[in-house]
């Protein structure tokens, strides 16, 4: 009876609590990574890190009601009552990863929606599941060597703070996913992900065996179990240590770019196509008033990516949470260079505020915002012609990369 715990054990419970943990989750932030399967991947992942706790409590939790109550009686179907804890926490850990599966699954339909490039990513879909088993390891661990009903909430608490620990130097083991921007451009380290996987794993294996050191009998057997996930844990971590930990790195291989427009040309990324059409619509809106001023607009801006290389030939596009707001395009149509300057350890001090203003600028002209008389920006932007030879040469200044010359008008600074 391979199902006989999903029908009598916790697990049947849990399900609907573990589903909606997830699916709230998922939504805490609304759905700014719709559109991009990365991103949305990744997102849907950190489910986990909230899932994943409860699951190591709910494992303790099961193990104490069940050796309260008699595991001879409860686990008649177990040849060797030295795996009865394995037997009650493999349910658990099913209705965990179907929670996590669900929760990534209603996340990708909402992006399926927006047609959006590129391809869904593996590494990402599978990392939380195998966390889930880290997971339900650090309970097997708690809840036979201390088999209280007090340790169930103090696992759920302990474990949810190892997630969110992050020591120097070394990687946050029980955490994953999360991403709060765009990842196009990046891709995930198998490397990386496989060495988290090992870790995780044999903390699972960690928590089977000393769960069968707690049993009578083949405590030899147990021993060597305990030494050889110890030996496998230790050894993900040193490798880990030893080279970059990050599970995600810069893409190398040959980036695809979809353009749209012409006054100017918006080019972005594949994977965040779906945003393009809005984007070169409100581009070509906003852009009016610089054409109107006589200043040469760059015929290009092209989305700069994550450790790619700036091309001063572009304007300098950073697609955000909100990349069709007057606010963010008009922010990037005022950086009209990838100038090596704006990427330097220590950035030109003076030109940082000039591309803000700029689009402060952009807005007030396309009457997208009313300027506020009484504050020192609106009374400037309504000084006409002097506010629009400012924008001229400064604008210049910045599509020439020479910033060193590049300040805010007297009164302003």
Same mark, same amino acid.
């Given at each position: 009876?391979?199902?006989?715990?999903?029908?009598?054990g916790?697990?049947r419970?849990?399900l609907p609590?573990?589903?909606?943990?997830?699916?709230?989750?998922?939504?805490?932030?609304?759905?700014?990574?719709?559109?991009e399967?990365?991103w949305t991947?990744?997102?849907?992942?950190a489910a986990?890190d909230?899932?994943?706790?409860?699951l190591?409590g709910?494992?303790?939790?099961?193990?104490?009601?069940?050796?309260?109550?008699?595991?001879a009686?409860l686990?008649?179907?177990?040849?060797r009552r030295?795996?009865?804890a394995?037997?009650?926490?493999a349910?658990?850990c099913l209705?965990?990863i179907?929670?996590? !599966?669900?929760?990534t699954g209603?996340?990708?339909v909402l992006?399926s929606t927006t047609s959006?490039?590129?391809?869904i990513?593996v590494?990402p879909?599978?990392?939380p599941?195998?966390l889930l088993l880290g997971?339900?390891?650090?309970?097997l !661990?708690?809840g %036979?060597?201390?088999?209280?009903?007090l340790?169930?909430?103090l696992?759920v608490v302990?474990?949810?703070a !190892?997630g969110l620990a992050?020591p120097?130097g070394?990687?946050r083991?029980?955490?994953?996913?999360?991403s709060?921007?765009s990842v196009?451009?990046?891709t995930?380290?198998?490397r990386?992900?496989?060495?988290l996987?090992?870790c995780?794993?044999?903390?699972?294996?960690?928590?089977?065996?000393f769960?069968?050191l %707690?049993q009578p009998?083949?405590?030899?057997a147990?021993l060597a179990a305990?030494?050889?996930a110890?030996a496998m844990?230790?050894?993900g971590?040193v490798?880990?240590?030893?080279a %970059?930990? #990050?599970?995600?790195?810069?893409d190398?291989g040959?980036?695809?770019f979809d353009?749209?427009?012409?006054r100017?040309?918006v080019?972005?990324a594949? #994977?965040?196509?779906t945003?393009?059409s809005?984007?070169?619509a409100e581009?070509?809106?906003?852009?009016q008033?610089?054409f109107?001023l006589?200043?040469?607009?760059?015929?290009?801006y092209r989305?700069q990516?994550p450790?790619a290389?700036?091309?001063p030939s572009v304007g !300098?596009l950073?697609l955000?949470?909100?990349p069709t707001?007057p606010v963010?395009?008009?922010?990037?149509?005022a950086?009209?260079?990838?100038c090596?300057?704006?990427?330097?350890?220590?950035?030109?001090i003076?030109?940082?505020p000039?591309p803000?203003l700029?689009a402060?600028w952009?807005?007030?002209?396309?009457r997208?915002e009313?300027?506020d008389?009484?504050?020192p920006?609106?009374?400037?932007?309504?000084?006409?012609a %002097?506010a629009?030879?400012w924008?001229?040469?400064?604008?210049?200044?910045?599509?020439?990369?020479?910033?060193?010359h590049?300040?805010l008008p007297?009164?302003? #600074?």
């Amino acid at each position: 009876m391979p199902f006989f715990w999903l029908r009598r054990g916790s697990a049947r419970v849990l399900l609907p609590v573990f589903v909606a943990v997830t699916i709230a989750a998922v939504l805490s932030r609304g759905t700014p990574w719709r559109g991009e399967w990365g991103w949305t991947v990744d997102w849907a992942g950190a489910a986990a890190d909230l899932l994943g706790p409860l699951l190591a409590g709910a494992v303790v939790w099961e193990l104490w009601f069940v050796g309260r109550h008699g595991v001879a009686d409860l686990v008649p179907q177990t040849r060797r009552r030295r795996w009865a804890a394995v037997t009650l926490v493999a349910p658990l850990c099913l209705t965990a990863i179907v929670a996590q !599966l669900i929760a990534t699954g209603l996340a990708l339909v909402l992006t399926s929606t927006t047609s959006p490039g590129g391809h869904i990513p593996v590494v990402p879909v599978v990392l939380p599941l195998v966390l889930l088993l880290g997971y339900a390891g650090i309970g097997l !661990l708690v809840g %036979s060597w201390i088999p209280t009903a007090l340790a169930a909430p103090l696992t759920v608490v302990g474990a949810f703070a !190892l997630g969110l620990a992050d020591p120097a130097g070394l990687p946050r083991l029980l955490r994953v996913g999360g991403s709060t921007g765009s990842v196009a451009g990046l891709t995930w380290s198998v490397r990386v992900a496989g060495l988290l996987m090992m870790c995780w794993l044999a903390i699972a294996a960690f928590g089977v065996a000393f769960g069968l050191l %707690s049993q009578p009998g083949r405590t030899r057997a147990a021993l060597a179990a305990v030494v050889v996930a110890f030996a496998m844990f230790v050894g993900g971590l040193v490798a880990l240590d030893r080279a %970059s930990h #990050e599970v995600l790195v810069a893409d190398r291989g040959r980036i695809r770019f979809d353009c749209l427009g012409d006054r100017p040309t918006v080019c972005l990324a594949d #994977e965040t196509r779906t945003h393009l059409s809005a984007v070169a619509a409100e581009a070509d809106r906003l852009a009016q008033p610089l054409f109107a001023l006589g200043v040469t607009v760059p015929a290009r801006y092209r989305q700069q990516l994550p450790y790619a290389t700036p091309d001063p030939s572009v304007g !300098l596009l950073n697609l955000t949470d909100d990349p069709t707001s007057p606010v963010q395009v008009s922010g990037w149509l005022a950086t009209p260079a990838a100038c090596p300057q704006w990427f330097a350890p220590v950035p030109p001090i003076g030109a940082l505020p000039v591309p803000s203003l700029i689009a402060y600028w952009l807005r007030i002209r396309s009457r997208l915002e009313t300027a506020d008389s009484n504050s020192p920006e609106g009374r400037w932007v309504h000084s006409g012609a %002097s506010a629009d030879d400012w924008v001229r040469v400064s604008f210049d200044a910045l599509r020439r990369c020479d910033l060193d010359h590049v300040s805010l008008p007297t009164g302003l #600074e």
